[in-house]
């Protein structure tokens, strides 16, 4: 199996905008898939999802700021992230959701500074 490759991390300020990009196996995306985050000390937690039709879903505290989206045909998954705030500083993962042990990559680390 391949691990998916994250990309699209980096330093922002408060207030700024990143988008993250995985490319990922055509295997992985026959499945619901997710972004998943991991701060320094916490557990790996979802952030969003997305259905196999394109239906969105999203934990709370980020549902009118990112946006999640996918393209099948070159096997692509986005996470369009405004309004970036400190508590958002992790390491960025994709995956199926619900996640598969086989496809945790290297992730891509996002930092927002005060």
């Known amino acids: 199996q391949v691990q998916p490759v994250e990309s699209g991390g980096g330093l922002v300020k408060t207030g700024g905008s990143l988008r993250l990009s995985c490319a990922a196996s055509g295997e992985m995306f026959k499945r619901d898939l997710g972004w998943y985050r991991q701060a320094p000390g916490m557990k790996r937690e979802l952030v969003a999802a997305i259905t196999s039709d394109g239906r969105p879903l999203y934990i709370y505290d980020v549902k009118d700021r990112f946006t999640i989206s996918r393209d099948d045909t070159n096997d692509v998954m986005h996470l369009q992230m405004n309004d970036l705030k400190p508590e958002d500083t992790a390491v960025y993962y994709c995956?199926?959701?619900?996640?598969?042990?086989?496809?945790w990559g290297q992730g891509t680390q996002v930092t927002v500074s005060s």
């Open positions: 995956n199926s959701h619900p996640y598969d042990t086989r496809w």
